[in-house]
């Protein structure tokens, strides 16, 4: 279902750039067509994943389980502590792989209108997503953008850095993928 969903995803992605592109056109012949936002997926997920609001969620968690053990609540201590590894597959596939975040931009779903404006894109979109790009379109890396609604540190901002133009890692190398 998941699988199914993405592709619908990319399939809508592409018909909004070919209306946006054509009602651009024939709107305005001087205009080039509409200004493609792209982000990296995984320095998104690589900032959340290292934000303190995070960090607070997993602590929370930890003292849940540790909770549920000392009261010998043994069915809710096994339902915490499988999600930690459930957890674990998931963001090494957001951070390293091509795994979809719509968890993580719908904590941010309310700014991206201003984060377009800011960057002066009319569309957002994973570059993940874009299968084919003709060189002829404008695009804008507003991936700096989105890191910042996790606040994150310098030793984060360096990590981010260093992903940079790295391939992402097919998602069947990834230990524990189905």
């Known amino acids: 279902m998941k699988k199914r969903i993405g592709s619908h995803v990319m399939v809508i992605t592409v018909l909004v750039l070919g209306i946006l592109s054509t009602s651009v056109s024939a709107q305005d012949p001087e205009t080039t067509g509409p200004v493609i936002g792209t982000?990296?997926?995984r320095c998104v997920a690589a900032a959340y994943y290292r934000s303190e609001e995070f960090l607070a969620d997993i602590a929370?968690?930890?003292a849940e389980y540790e909770e549920a053990l000392q009261?010998?609540?043994?069915?809710?201590?096994?339902?915490?502590g499988a999600l930690g590894p459930e957890q674990q597959q998931l963001a090494h596939e957001q951070v390293f792989s091509r795994g979809d975040i719509d968890e993580i931009i719908w904590l941010i779903w309310s700014e991206l209108?201003?984060?377009?404006e800011e960057a002066g894109v009319d569309l957002i979109v994973s570059t993940w997503d874009i299968i084919y790009r003709d060189e002829s379109m404008q695009f804008v890396d507003v991936t700096d953008l989105l890191v910042l609604f996790f606040d994150p540190s310098e030793e984060t901002l360096d990590l981010?850095?260093?992903?940079?133009?790295?391939?992402?890692?097919?998602p069947q190398f990834l230990q524990g993928s189905d």
């Open 39 to 41: 982000f990296d997926s």
């Open 60 to 62: 929370e968690q930890k």
């Open 71 to 80: 009261v010998g609540d043994t069915e809710r201590a096994d339902e915490l």
């Open 113 to 116: 209108p201003d984060v377009a």
């Open 160 to 170: 981010i850095e260093s992903m940079r133009g790295m391939p992402a890692i097919p």
